[in-house]
């Protein structure tokens, strides 16, 4: 079956730069979408269609897809962006949906 | 707004079959726009995608599940159900129900969850 992998974890400090990797086969033809999860809470989106930023996310979060590979930038990481990532997308027939591994952000 | 909210048991044995409702308020499920899907989480693992169904009642599930997955909708109550008989340990998870909705041409994204329930697979 698909599979979409990320970096189990990535640690950055307040104010620097996290990127967060996904890799897959299928990426090359079709968008990835990511979203936030804090601990308790369900999954917020926070990047569509590789790169676009739904309403009240804030601009330090954008994201890029080239090749195989879509990532997640959060420019200026802030302590309340410390929460699992995980990318989404589809196999190449576009039926099945399929979430990435998931990466651990901790900001300290 | 329109809420999603599940609901079932949260403690099934192994070899029976789990039953989840979501029930949808504040909107019609029988809009032409959206999907429904179940997603699950075990505890401290990631998300899976499980499957996904239209109004009219097309559906689509995750390969790795199919042969245990049902996923039914009720118009009439404004509800869709999941089962997934044969169940495991390994099936012990949180499991959400979500809309998915459209980004772009043949681009779907789940864009509002329920809060989740807990189910418990043991003896």
């Known amino acids: 079956s698909y599979e979409l992998t990320q970096p189990p974890s990535v640690s950055v400090s307040p104010g620097q730069t996290a990127r967060i990797t996904c890799s897959g086969d299928a990426l090359p033809k079709k968008y990835a979408y990511w979203y936030q999860q804090k601990s308790g809470q369900a999954p917020v989106l926070v990047i569509y269609?590789?790169?676009k930023r739904p309403s009240g996310i804030p601009e330090r979060f954008s994201g890029s897809s080239s090749g195989t590979m879509a990532t997640l930038t959060i420019s200026g990481a802030q302590v309340e962006d410390e929460a699992d990532y995980y990318c989404y997308s589809t196999d190449s027939s576009g039926n099945h949906g399929v979430f990435g591994t998931g990466t651990k952000v901790t900001v300290l | 707004q329109l809420q999603l909210q599940e609901s079932g048991p949260g403690l099934v044995k192994p070899s029976e079959t789990l039953s989840l409702t979501c029930t949808v308020s504040g909107g019609s499920i029988s809009s032409s726009s959206y999907y429904w899907g179940w997603i699950r989480q075990p505890p401290g693992k990631g998300l899976e995608w499980i499957g996904s169904i239209y109004y009219s009642g097309s559906t689509y599930y995750n390969p790795s599940l199919k042969s245990r997955v049902t996923i039914s909708v009720d118009t009439s109550k404004n509800q869709f159900s999941l089962k997934l008989s044969s169940v495991t340990a390994a099936d012990t998870a949180v499991y959400y129900c979500a809309r998915e909705a459209p980004s772009t041409v043949n681009y779907w994204y789940f864009d509002l969850w329920g809060r989740g329930t807990l189910v418990t697979v043991s003896s």
């Open positions: 269609e590789d790169s």
